[in-house]
C-alpha cells in the first residue's frame, strides 16, 4: 500500500473547516487503514488527521501509544466527527506537524479534556484523556477546523509547567 | 547552475530604540538578500541582534551597505561568513530550570555539571530579577540528552545544597 501524498503548508486545504462524516462504509474503513499508514511513514507521528491527505471530513487518528515515554493512553483511535466537550487547566508543549516539516514550536493546550466522537462503525464514544494524548487530540481536531499549530504558537521561551 | 553564496551572520548591537530591525532589513532587502535564521532580543537596555543573510555580498560589502543605518543608530555591527545552512533544527528532549539569590558562577557551575551529565544545550536564556538589593537569577535551558532525565537529575541534585533550585523537565515534541 502507497502511503497518500500529505499535503503541506502552505496549501489552502489545511485552512479550510472539514465536513462531517456522514457515511460509516467498507470505503471510510478502507481510508482509515490507508491514513494509519500514512502516519506510520512519517517521523514518529503520534496522529494525522484526513484534511492532511486531502480528504476534507472530520476523521482523526490519535495514539498515545507511540509516545517515546509511557503516557496515559486509550490506545489507537479512530475518531470521527469529535467534539471536546469540556477541557481544563493548560501545559505548554513543543508540537510538530506531518504537514509543516522542519519546524517546532510550543503550544498551550488544556491539560484534560473530554470528548465524544463516533467510532469507525458510527457508534457514539466519549474519552477522558490528559495530558500528551489530550494534546494530540487538540492537535488534530483543530485540523478539522483548520487550524494549524503555527496558529496557536506561543513565545519560544513559556515555560507553563509540563505535566 | 551558480551557487548561492554563503551564509553571513551579522550580529548587531546598540542602544534599545525603535527602528533598528526595520532600518537594516529594509537595506538587505532593498539589495536582494535572503535572510535565514535570526534572534534578536533587549539584553539590558541595547538591542541585540543576530541574523543569518546571504545574497547580499562578502561581509566587506554587506558592512558596507549596512554603514548608514549603523552610523544613523550608533550600533557595533560585525560579519562573518560560517560554515551553515538552514533545515539543521535539533529538537530538545529535556529542559532545565534554574533559579536562585544571584551569585557568581551559577551559569559555569551548573552549565559544566550538565555537560559531565551529556547533555547537550540547544537553547539558554537567562535574566536577573528582583532589585538592584537583592538580585534573583534565572535560567532556562532546553538541551538534548542522549542518556535520558535521570544522569541530569542525579547530575543537579547537589545544586539544592547551594541554594539552586534546578527542574528537569522531559521534554517530547508531540507531531501529527
Known amino acids: 500500500m502507497e502511503p497518500l501524498p500529505i499535503l503541506t503548508y502552505p496549501d489552502d486545504r489545511l485552512k479550510a473547516v472539514c465536513e462531517p462524516v456522514e457515511q460509516f462504509d467498507p470505503e471510510l474503513r478502507e481510508f482509515a487503514e490507508h491514513l494509519q499508514h500514512t502516519a506510520d511513514q512519517g517521523p514518529s507521528a503520534v496522529g494525522i488527521a484526513a484534511p492532511q491527505v486531502g480528504r476534507m471530513q472530520r476523521l482523526c487518528l490519535v495514539d498515545a501509544t507511540r509516545a517515546k515515554r509511557p503516557v496515559d493512553n486509550h490506545g489507537p483511535l479512530v475518531l470521527i466527527n469529535p467534539a471536546i466537550t469540556n477541557w481544563k487547566g493548560f501545559a505548554v508543549g513543543r508540537e510538530g506537524c506531518l504537514s509543516i516539516p522542519d519546524y517546532t514550536g510550543k503550544v498551550i493546550r488544556a491539560e484534560t479534556i473530554e470528548l465524544t466522537a463516533q467510532d469507525i462503525e458510527g457508534r457514539i464514544v466519549t474519552f477522558k484523556m490528559k495530558g500528551f494524548e489530550a494534546r494530540i487530540a487538540q492537535h488534530e481536531i483543530d485540523h478539522l477546523d483548520g487550524i494549524l499549530f503555527l496558529d496557536r504558537l506561543v513565545s519560544r521561551h513559556a515555560d507553563l509547567r509540563e505535566r | ?176
Not at chain 2, 536564556?125 to 537569577?137: C, L
Request: overall charge negative.
Open chain 2, 1 to 176: 547552475m551558480a551557487q548561492p553564496q554563503p551564509w553571513l551572520l551579522l550580529t548587531l548591537v546598540g542602544a534599545d530604540r525603535p527602528g533598528i530591525v526595520a532600518h537594516i532589513t529594509r537595506v538587505l532587502f532593498g539589495v536582494g538578500a535572503e535572510l535565514g535564521e535570526t534572534a534578536m532580543m533587549r539584553l539590558g537596555n541595547q538591542f541585540a541582534i543576530m541574523m543569518m543573510v546571504r545574497g547580499a555580498g562578502n561581509p566587506e560589502e554587506v558592512a558596507g551597505l549596512l554603514e548608514s543605518v549603523r552610523a544613523d543608530f550608533n550600533l557595533k555591527l560585525h560579519v562573518d561568513e560560517i560554515d551553515a545552512s538552514l533545515h539543521q533544527h535539533r529538537e530538545p528532549d529535556i529542559s532545565v530550570t534554574v533559579h536562585s539569590a544571584d551569585r557568581s558562577g551559577i551559569v559555569a557551575e551548573v552549565t559544566a555539571a550538565l555537560l559531565e551529565a551529556g547533555m547537550n544545550i540547544l537553547d539558554l536564556r537567562s535574566d536577573v530579577g528582583g532589585s538592584a538589593e537583592k538580585p534573583i537569577y534565572i535560567m532556562q535551558i532546553d538541551g538534548e540528552s542522549s542518556a535520558g532525565v535521570e544522569p541530569i537529575e542525579q547530575c543537579v541534585a547537589r545544586f539544592a545544597d547551594q541554594g539552586l533550585t534546578v527542574r528537569v523537565t522531559p521534554l517530547e515534541t508531540m507531531r501529527g
